[in-house]
């Protein structure tokens, strides 16, 4: 792959935008999605681990990320039950100044409130420059965005981020949601991660539930939303509208 082939892709609207649902754990109910970005080439459905480290290397992620959020607002602003909807932020935005009033033109444009749009950081990408990414929190929480923390506890600083950060909602990473059925320790950890996110007011998401009995554990321990295989794959947005918001 080289940068005219994702620059044409693009242009050629090859980039495509999927949703994933999200379910109360409680009432089983729809309350928000994911946006994740695939590349239809050809037949061929590019998952984003093929393309988009490359995307991030040369920058053009940022045209990406802007692509993707356009489209969630272009189609939001026709849904009548609102729902709200997460957009991977990559690292690279943290450094440009100018991207804070981009994701408000845009929002503006479709007239999409910012509570409706969660923006989710990674820890590796917060860490990578603590002072732009505590520059960036603020100036998005001004503006009324949520801020998400993308799989939290994978990285080597989670808590520390947690304390410099205000992070509205956590993810929890597909890796604890693994273990949660038959590990006793990582049940004591997530467990552990819940009941801490509840003090700081944080909603609980967690993520790659591929099972019942995960659900049903994550549901008993008190976390809030579930996203995973067992409920849905993340789908393109006019299946989502069809399945879900008709
Ligand atoms: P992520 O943000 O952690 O997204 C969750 C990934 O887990 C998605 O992979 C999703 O399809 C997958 N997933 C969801 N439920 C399950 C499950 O039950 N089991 C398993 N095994 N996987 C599940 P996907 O779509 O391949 O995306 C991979 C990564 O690429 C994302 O990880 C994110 O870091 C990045 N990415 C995707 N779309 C975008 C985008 O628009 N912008 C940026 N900057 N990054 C993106
Ligand atoms: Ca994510
Ligand atoms: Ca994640």
Redesign the pocket.
Same mark, same amino acid.
């Not at 996203?227 to 067992?230: H, K, L, M, S």
């Given at each position: 792959m080289n940068q005219k082939e994702i620059e044409q892709a693009l242009e050629n609207k090859e980039i495509k935008?999927?949703l994933?649902p999200q379910f109360d754990l409680n009432s089983e109910k729809l309350v928000g999605a994911?946006?994740?970005?695939?590349w239809q080439r050809g037949a061929i459905m590019v998952?984003?681990?093929s393309f988009?480290p490359f995307c991030?290397q040369t920058g053009f992620?940022t045209q990406?990320?802007q692509y993707?959020l356009e489209t969630v607002c272009q189609h939001m602003q026709k849904w009548k039950q609102k729902i709200p909807v997460a957009?991977?932020?990559?690292r690279r935005h943290l450094y440009n100044p100018h991207h804070v009033e981009e994701l408000e033109q845009t929002i503006r444009k479709y007239g999409i409130e910012a509570k409706y749009i969660e923006l989710?950081m990674?820890e590796t990408a917060i860490v990578h420059d603590i002072e732009a990414a505590k520059e960036a929190e603020r100036k998005v929480h001004a503006l009324g965005f949520k801020v998400a923390m993308?799989?939290f506890g994978t990285g080597y600083s989670s808590f520390s981020m947690l304390r410099q950060i205000e992070i509205d909602i956590l +993810?929890i990473? +597909?890796s604890f949601v693994d273990e949660v059925t038959q590990d006793k320790r990582g049940k004591i950890i997530i467990e552990t991660i819940i009941s801490m996110a509840k003090k700081l007011k944080m909603t609980t998401i967690a993520?790659?539930?591929?099972t019942k009995e995960q659900a049903e554990y994550l549901k008993t321990i008190g976390c809030d939303i579930a996203?995973?295989?067992?409920y849905a794959?993340?789908m393109a947005i006019e299946e989502f509208e069809r399945r879900y918001l008709a």
């Open positions: 935008v999927y994933q994911e946006s994740l970005v695939r998952p984003p681990s988009i991030e992620i990406i990320d993707v957009v991977n932020e990559s989710e990674t993308d799989d +993810k990473d +597909k993520e790659g539930i591929e996203q995973g295989y067992y794959l993340p």
